[in-house]
């Protein structure tokens, strides 16, 4: 009816829409002394957004973490951690998503092989969907930013909608085959830096298996399931299907079309994004900042609890990361 504003369906957080498919600004979070009203108003708005921003938060380290845990279990970095890195911080469950080398305090060399392995981090991506157990949410937040205008964004792709518009035979292929994505850390390292990993074979390493198309429990919605980190697919039975690169490369290029992307600028230290990997992708968007400015964001990584957390999988995998795969020459070159 004109003249009538739709009453939003939130009552303790307001909410402004980034994007027409999925994306919002939430403001009015109280993080110092979060109500499990206020909380459960996050998650709503995560299952319908896909993706949130939340303007100065004031979290430190230690409350970034508890605020995660709130989500539910979290990762750890002590099994992706390998040739002797160590951890910038004291708390494991932060992954560092930053360009500082821990060891010097300064901005990682861009011929570094850290450098080489966030390249991979420029391409959409959904979190952890190399491990045997995949994310839920990631949580990213800003402790030091480059000045505006240098990049360093945050790009996001909505992978509901994308199936939503698939051309209709191809949707129609999807349905009715229970594919199944094979994904590898090694491949999208491989392909962020194809020369420098060109001797990393991404079959010599395992894969871990996770259903092409999912329902995305919080919302009900269907997700295409794939992302940089999606080395083939597979048919029911277990054997690659015919032209299985071709329909990979065409799903990611499909899901990540200009229309369905967005980008978000980081404004202030403190800033966090809220992603669900089970529902949107996401990469570093890159910019002049690169190997000139620092850029130190920190990450929480939530293990999905849903029936498809662990996919194909056996819950007893352990993957240790892409350190083991990759060669002693290659040691240091932690990704996330
Ligand atoms: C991540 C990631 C993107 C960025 O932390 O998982 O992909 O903009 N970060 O740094
Ligand atoms: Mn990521």
Redesign the pocket.
């Known amino acids: 009816m004109p003249g009538v504003i739709e009453e939003s369906p939130f009552k303790t957080i307001q909410v402004k829409e980034l994007h027409p498919t999925f994306g919002a600004e939430v403001s009015g979070v109280n993080f110092q002394d979060l109500s499990e009203d206020q909380f459960n108003e996050i998650l709503a708005a995560m299952a319908k957004y896909g993706f949130c921003v939340f303007r100065n938060t004031g979290l430190d380290d230690t409350a970034h973490v508890e605020f995660s845990s709130r989500f539910g279990e979290l990762d750890n970095i002590r099994r992706y951690l390998g040739g002797g890195r160590l951890p910038r911080y004291a708390l494991f469950e932060l992954?560092d998503?930053?360009n500082i080398d821990g060891e010097t305090d300064t901005i990682l060399p861009p011929d570094s092989a850290r450098a080489h392995s966030n390249r991979g981090?420029g391409l959409f991506?959904a979190?952890s969907s190399f491990n045997p157990r995949r994310a839920s949410f990631?949580l990213?937040r800003a402790c030091e930013l480059p000045p505006p205008g240098n990049g360093?964004?945050?790009?996001f792709a909505d992978s509901r909608t994308a199936f939503d518009e698939l051309p209709s035979d191809l949707k129609e292929e999807l349905l009715a085959n229970d594919y199944v994505g094979a994904h590898s850390m090694a491949h999208s390292r491989k392909l962020g830096s194809p020369q420098f990993f060109a001797d990393v074979d991404p079959r010599a390493g395992s894969m871990q298996r996770h259903r092409l198309l999912q329902k995305h429990e919080p919302s009900g919605r269907m997700n295409l399931f794939i992302g940089a980190h999606l080395h083939h697919i597979e048919d029911a039975d277990g054997n690659e299907i015919p032209g299985s690169w071709d329909l990979v490369k065409r799903l990611n290029e499909f899901a990540t079309q200009k229309k369905n992307t967005t980008t978000v600028e980081w404004h202030n230290v403190g800033d966090m994004i809220i992603w669900d990997n089970r529902c949107v992708l996401?990469?570093?968007?890159g910019g002049a900042f690169e190997g000139k400015y620092r850029?130190d964001?920190r990450?929480t990584?939530v293990h999905d609890d849903s029936p498809t957390a662990w996919g194909c999988n056996q819950k007893d995998t352990i993957w240790t990361g892409f350190n083991a795969q990759a060669k002693a020459k290659h040691a240091g070159a932690v990704g996330?």
Request: net charge positive; proline share 0%.
């Open positions: 992954f998503a930053g981090n991506h979190d990631s990213l360093g964004n945050t790009d996401h990469r570093a968007g850029r964001l990450r990584t996330v």
